[in-house]
């Protein structure tokens, strides 16, 4: 663990190696006011890791993580499937160049606030679960702490902004032929509102079930969205209108995690929120060295939507921004495995067992491979039809999808690599390989893009996206020592490109690269999928990983002793 990350000292239980929380329970509860002496699987301390108790905490721990990662899996394609149906209402409502200013209005919104919060999202999600909830108990007091900073930089930021949105209109939002001044104000003056929604949403993934964050998070945020910005584009309101339309359910999500945490906290019924005199130093030691990472992950395509609305014009941005919605809705599966198996990763890692570790990400990324990239085989091959849907003066991004859907095939095929840095303790390694990939994509960008509009910014955001991977990819095989590739993900992902490669040609055969032909390459897939499925090797093989993946080889073990060495953790 490096000395950045390293969890700070004091009467609370040490944090999970990744420098993160050992997040609260799967289930949504939290590991406030567990036993003084159990461990963070919630075994007494002293029992043996492989033994009955450990076996049988495991066991316990990775069912409640399945129900976890179900019900984040579920709220992930909801929230994707009203995201892209937003993207459809902005561009279908907007036209190029009027999503373009809207894209990098959100752009400015989301950048501002990753950096806005400094990590305290992520030092909350380490704090709240290691100490007593209630009237009685002090995770209270770690509010102050957390929401205090990153609210006056935001107010700061925000006040800033809307001085500076006369003197920002003419680079962000010039040729748009909208009152920039006024969308930047309105979006600048939101980011107090969004960076404390942020937070609690932190604190209410802490405190609650996460049923109450996904309903929050994966559904009223993305559900109202569309209905309120398609409101307002039916309206006739114009973008200043829509961008209202797009802020106001974080209020209304801000207001209901207020609600939400109070509660367990014990706000308003008698909790202490004056900080200690060792809570500061201890939350921000442990905050702030994931700040800039953090930053750069949530604001990654924000980025190249602001380099292109500055460098070649709000109608390009716009045919960015509507490739990119594609392009980031594709990582669904990723993100449910990761809630899946994260605690798994924990566990193994932080009692040294790296060789078991190495092979649940293994695991994981076959199956994350087997998963998504048949969505980026067939956006790089349909680009044209799928972004007709937006309509066809966006169709000029299809060398844009093509590019990025061809990248992601790097980033889903290396896994989860950045998280299994971080669980590992290793945050400074995740920020240079953050910063590698950055800095790529800034200095292209600047490059490529006035020359060559969405595309110029697709290869940048590309090669970006590669270097960044490559970089993390290496640095993990020296810390972790274990090798991040087997024979298994290679025969997964010969297979997967063959498949999906011999059912798009079809579809390209038959109708060309516009809907007709993805209509067809579809059903191919679907046939073949049905086909293999009937195969008594391919049934037992979906039910023996998705048992691994569950942790049951875990649970036999239990009863009896020991669980054998090539069993943990699986």
């Known amino acids: 663990m490096t000395a950045a990350t390293r969890p700070p000292s004091g009467p609370h239980p040490s944090s999970a190696p990744d420098g993160s929380v050992p997040a609260p329970q799967p289930d949504g509860s939290t590991r406030a006011g567990a036993p003084a002496g159990a461990t963070p699987g919630g075994s007494p301390a002293g029992a043996a890791p492989g033994g009955p108790a450990g076996a049988s905490g495991d066991d316990t721990e990775t069912r409640r993580s399945v129900r976890s990662g179900v019900a984040g899996l579920i709220g992930a394609a909801t929230s994707g499937l009203f995201g892209f149906l937003l993207a459809v209402v902005i561009t279908r409502g907007y036209g190029t160049v009027g999503s373009g200013a809207f894209f990098a209005a959100i752009g400015v919104v989301t950048v501002a606030t990753a950096v806005c919060t400094l ?50 209109a003419p680079r962000l939002l010039g040729g748009s032929g909208v009152d920039g001044a006024a969308l930047l104000t309105a979006s600048f003056a939101a980011v107090p509102v969004v960076v404390a929604m942020t937070l609690l949403l932190a604190a209410l993934r802490c405190v609650r079930p ?35 339309g797009w802020l ?24 202490a929120l004056r900080p200690g005199p060792g809570d500061w130093p201890a939350f921000w030691r442990f905050a702030l060295p994931r700040a800039a990472s953090a930053a750069i992950d949530a604001g990654n395509m924000w980025v190249g939507v602001l380099l292109t609305s ?90 844009a999808m093509t590019v990025l859907a061809l990248a992601m095939l790097v980033n889903t095929g290396v896994g989860n690599v950045q998280s299994l840095l971080l669980m590992g303790g290793r945050s400074g390694l995740h920020l240079a390989a953050t910063l590698a990939g950055l800095l790529v994509t800034v200095s292209l960008g600047l490059w490529l893009i006035p020359a060559h509009g969405a595309t110029g910014a697709a290869l940048a955001w590309a090669l970006g996206i590669v270097t960044e991977n490559l970089t993390a990819v290496g640095c993990a095989r020296v810390v972790f020592g274990q090798p991040l590739v087997d024979a298994a993900m290679l025969r997964a992902g010969a297979a997967t490109v063959a498949g999906v490669g011999a059912a798009a040609a079809i579809g390209v055969l038959a109708g060309g690269r516009g809907i007709g032909g993805l209509a067809v390459a579809l059903g191919v897939l679907a046939a073949g999928c049905v086909g293999l499925l009937t195969l008594p ?26 669980a054998p060495e090539e069993s943990k953790g699986r």
Do not use: K, N
């Not at 006056?152 to 920002?168: E, F, Q, R, T």
């Not at 109202?224 to 973008?239: D, H, S, T």
């Not at 609600?259 to 008698?270: D, E, I, K, S, Y």
């Open 310 to 399: 500055v460098l070649a014009g709000p109608a390009d941005a716009g045919v960015f921004g509507a490739v990119g919605r594609y392009i980031l809705a594709g990582q669904l599966a990723m993100q449910g495995l990761r809630v899946a198996v994260s605690p798994q990763l924990s566990r193994l890692l932080g009692r040294g067992d790296r060789a078991a570790a190495a092979a649940v990400h293994r695991q994981l990324t076959t199956w994350g491979l087997v998963l998504s990239w048949p969505v980026y085989l067939l956006l790089a091959v349909f680009g044209l039809a799928f972004l007709q849907l937006f309509g066809p003066e966006f169709t000029a991004g299809a060398p």
């Open 210 to 244: 996460i049923r109450a964050y996904v309903g929050v998070q994966f559904f009223l945020l993305p559900v109202a969205r569309p209905v309120l910005v398609g409101a307002a584009a039916l309206a006739g309101g114009g973008l200043l209108a829509g961008m209202t």
């Open 248 to 271: 106001v359910p974080a209020a209304l999500a801000l207001l209901a995690c207020l609600t939400l945490v109070a509660g367990p906290l014990g706000v308003g019924r008698g909790a």
């Open 537 to 562: 090797r391919v049934r037992r093989r979906v039910r023996v990983t998705m048992e691994q993946v569950r942790g049951r080889q875990e649970a036999a073990p239990a009863a009896t002793g020991p």
């Open 119 to 168: 990590g305290a999202e992520t030092g909350l999600m380490w704090a709240l679960p290691r100490r007593r909830l209630g009237a009685r108990g002090e995770a209270a007091r770690v509010l102050p702490v957390a929401l205090l900073p990153p609210l006056l930089v935001a107010v700061a930021v925000a006040v800033g902004g809307v001085l500076a949105a006369d003197a920002l």
